[in-house]
């Protein structure tokens, strides 16, 4: 079984300037969730989807974060303009459903000068 | 709000030794899942253990068991046999039961394994 694909693996931008993360997740998996992981800490949910719905977007910075799920499948992640301190580790996850072990795909790495 | 801590940043045990890493977690809730999370450097994060809430017997996967003090809200992770490989970073994870909540995982800072030849 194919796990969580996630693209590209490493970004680097600078500041102001705008990005896209791509997650497919788990064949079947109806639940997807974006973390971000700042170095040193651990992974903060950003958002969650059930099929194509938000159901959990309290923690993103929705002035500058937007993420879509269309068709229930694959998730875009999209920071515009980036800050510094968007500088992270963006993780992927995906589940069955929400009471549904969470796995996680190979994260995109962003470095924002 | 949920709080999960993670008192040990760093932990060290030799090859084939016994290592017992440490998590409390602060809720109201009385049913909730906690989860053990291994990230290897530069690499995926990796499920190692799962257990719920309700449930009194410790979960046991492999060389990794856990011991669960709900009272006391504790959840430690014990690694017998140690190996090279088990040398990683591990989140200590709580995640609420009600369906209104989600299903997000909130993490502890993590404790940082290594393992000595």
């Known amino acids: 079984e194919a796990g969580v694909a996630q693209s590209p693996r490493y970004k680097i931008i600078e500041k102001r300037q705008s990005v896209a993360f791509w997650c497919n997740p788990i064949?079947?998996?109806?639940?997807l969730y974006w973390y971000q992981q700042i170095l040193g800490q651990g992974p903060k949910l950003l958002i969650q989807?059930?099929?194509?719905?938000?159901?959990?977007d309290s923690q993103l910075p929705k002035d500058r974060f937007s993420a879509e799920r269309l068709k229930g499948v694959d998730s875009t992640l999209k920071i515009q303009p980036a800050k510094l301190e968007d500088s992270a580790v963006y993780l992927c996850?995906?589940?069955?459903?929400?009471?549904?072990?969470?796995?996680f795909g190979p994260g995109t790495r962003l470095l924002v000068l | 709000a949920q709080t999960v801590t993670q008192s040990q940043p760093e932990m060290s045990v030799q090859e084939a030794e016994t290592v017992t890493l440490s998590c409390t977690y602060d809720?109201?809730?009385?049913?909730?899942?906690l989860f053990w999370y291994k990230q290897p450097p530069s690499r995926q994060m990796i499920l190692v253990i799962r257990?719920?809430?309700?449930?009194?017997q410790n979960a046991t996967e492999n060389r990794f068991s856990v011991n669960f003090q709900k009272a006391a809200k504790s959840f430690s992770l014990k690694i017998s046999d140690s190996q090279l490989g088990d040398a990683a970073m591990y989140f200590c994870?709580?995640?609420?039961?009600?369906?209104?909540?989600?299903?997000?995982?909130?993490f502890g800072q993590g404790t940082e394994l290594s393992v000595k030849p």
């Open positions: 064949s079947g998996h109806a639940t």
């Open positions: 809720t109201s809730e009385s049913d909730y899942y």
């Open positions: 994870a709580y995640r609420g039961f009600q369906y209104n909540q989600g299903g997000k995982l909130i």
């Open positions: 989807f059930q099929n194509n719905g938000v159901v959990d």
């Open positions: 996850a995906s589940s069955f459903g929400t009471r549904g072990s969470q796995y």
């Open positions: 257990q719920e809430a309700y449930k009194q």
